[in-house]
């Protein structure tokens, strides 16, 4: 549960974030003022553009979105909010869910998902509660890969390849869903030099590992296993990718990590 902070102390602690490099968006995030804010995230391989529909119409800068795309954050309503997606330039939506008690000083994340059959969608309810004085990454991951129903992912110093002796950084993260799971927290981690490698959730043999990537600090990231494009119809087990989105980023699209273990 957020704490209870007054108005002065917030003017106090916006003040030092800005000398810090932070900015009081994150301090109305922490202290439950501001609108809550919703974002969709393409992560069907070779899927049709789609547009995201809120409460059955679509929202200013949520359409047309390909896949990789991450929108802007934009403000929506509290309460119970109906979610989906729907082909670029339709209503009917191709999948759709519920968040039943919107809030503010949260983030939501609307994923279009592949699945067995059809799309399906995933939902990330984010009460950003980061520290406000606090500069650390906040990560979570997500399953999007129904090839690869029930995953550990690891986040480990460069030049790790084997988890050998490593405890996993997001434990058991089955298909739809995220970890830490929705309606909780982030992960809080120091920025630097990583490497992502996932295995079959409980076994220790590595079925995806990463190239060398700089996560920064004060970075927002949802780390997305996707089927690579090629399996998407097989969906052939361990044959995955990693998307990594940043919160709010719509300047550069997720980047897709392939996986260094095929080469893809």
């Known amino acids: 549960m957020k704490l209870i902070r007054t108005m002065a102390a917030m003017v106090g602690v916006a003040s030092v974030l800005a000398a810090c490099g932070g900015g009081t968006d994150d301090v109305g995030k922490e202290l439950g003022l501001t ?19 809120v409460n059955g119409a679509t929202l200013s800068g ?7 795309g991450v929108t802007n954050l934009t403000n929506i309503s509290t309460g119970s909010v109906n979610v989906g ?13 519920n968040f039943p008690n919107v809030a503010k000083g949260h983030e939501y994340t609307v994923l279009a ?3 067995l059959t059809g799309s399906d969608i995933g939902l990330i309810d984010d009460p950003f509660d980061k520290g406000l004085l606090s500069n650390s990454a906040r990560i979570r991951g997500f399953n999007a890969s129904a090839n690869a129903q029930n995953l ?16 996993p950084t997001m434990t058991g993260v089955q298909f739809k869903s995220a970890v830490p799971a929705s309606g909780q927290d982030s992960l809080y981690v120091s920025g630097g030099n990583y490497v992502l490698l996932a295995t079959a959730s409980g076994d220790k043999t590595v079925i995806y590992q990463s190239d060398t990537f700089t996560l920064g600090n004060n970075a ?12 998407l119809s097989q969906l052939l087990p361990g044959q995955i990718h990693m998307l990594i989105a940043q919160a709010g980023n719509t300047t550069t699209p997720a980047i897709e990590l392939s996986n260094a273990l095929t080469g893809s």
């Open 35 to 53: 609108n809550p804010e919703i974002h969709f995230i393409h992560a069907i391989p070779s899927g049709p553009a789609v547009d995201l529909l």
């Open 62 to 68: 949520q359409t047309n979105v390909s896949y990789k």
């Open 85 to 97: 997606y729907a082909a670029t330039g339709t209503t009917t939506a191709l999948a759709s869910s």
């Open 113 to 115: 998902l592949p699945a």
């Open 152 to 167: 550990d992912i690891y986040l480990a110093p460069a030049g790790t390849t084997s988890v050998t002796s490593l405890s």
């Open 220 to 231: 927002d990231w949802l780390i997305t296993t996707v089927p690579i494009a090629g399996a």
